[in-house]
């Protein structure tokens, strides 16, 4: 059974930074694309970001580019987010992603792709 377990989220005051990860359990990710994406109240999911893994290609949103950082390691089956600069408006429940095909096509941010995600982490961004 394939889990995807994310942690680090919580509450932060805006301009400061927060480190997701995302284990992934029972499932082996070879060239794929991962992704992290979110969710706000009244809002619609969004991409946030994606890697394709077995290039380390990497693909942001506009709103989160220089400030969001993806990266993964093969060896712990871990995929991380690092955020800096937090602004409020990065308030979200945050969810990671695999399996979202055998590259970051120009859609992965709707999402749809992907096959397996994980239950969320909250992240609280206070002004």
């Known amino acids: 059974q394939v889990q995807l377990v994310e942690s680090g989220g919580g509450s932060v005051q805006a301009g400061g930074s927060l480190r997701l990860s995302c284990v992934a359990s029972?499932?082996?990710?070879?060239?794929?694309?991962m992704g992290w994406f979110r969710q706000a109240p009244g809002k619609e999911r969004e991409g946030v970001a994606a890697?394709?893994?077995?290039?380390?290609?990497?693909f942001y949103a506009d709103s989160v580019k220089n400030r969001f950082t993806i990266s993964h390691d093969n060896a712990k089956n871990t995929l991380y987010l690092q955020m800096h600069s937090l602004e409020a408006d990065d308030t979200a429940v945050y969810y990671c992603?695999?399996?979202?095909?055998?590259?970051?096509?120009?859609?992965?941010?709707?999402?749809?792709?992907?096959?397996?995600w994980g239950q969320g982490t909250q992240v609280t961004v206070s002004s």
């Open positions: 029972g499932y082996t990710y070879g060239a794929n694309c």
């Open positions: 890697i394709y893994t077995i290039r380390d290609s990497t």
């Open positions: 992603a695999a399996e979202g095909g055998d590259y970051c096509y120009t859609t992965w941010a709707r999402g749809k792709d992907f096959i397996y």
